[in-house]
């Protein structure tokens, strides 16, 4: 899903499709995953944890 796009998809009868984004509960774990990253030193357990985790929380 590319979170870019403004119209999700149009319709040949003018009708236009959104799909809604994260909720803010969703949001603000997210956030929290991505401070956790950044703190976290690359290669370690830790960082691949974190990284899973927020693979796991994206929508498909």
């Keep these: 899903m590319?979170?870019?796009v403004v119209v999700s998809a149009?319709?040949?009868?003018s009708?236009?499709?959104t799909?809604?984004?994260l909720r803010d509960?969703?949001?603000v774990?997210?956030?929290r995953l991505?401070?956790?990253l950044a703190r976290a030193q690359r290669g370690s357990n830790r960082?691949?944890?974190v990284k899973q985790a927020i693979a796991d929380s994206r929508p498909t």
């Design 2 to 4: 590319d979170r870019g």
């Design 10 to 13: 149009a319709l040949s009868t």
């Design 15 to 17: 009708e236009q499709l």
């Design 19 to 21: 799909v809604s984004g």
């Design 25 to 27: 509960s969703e949001k």
């Design 29 to 31: 774990w997210l956030l």
């Design 34 to 36: 991505l401070r956790k």
């Design 47 to 49: 960082r691949a944890t």
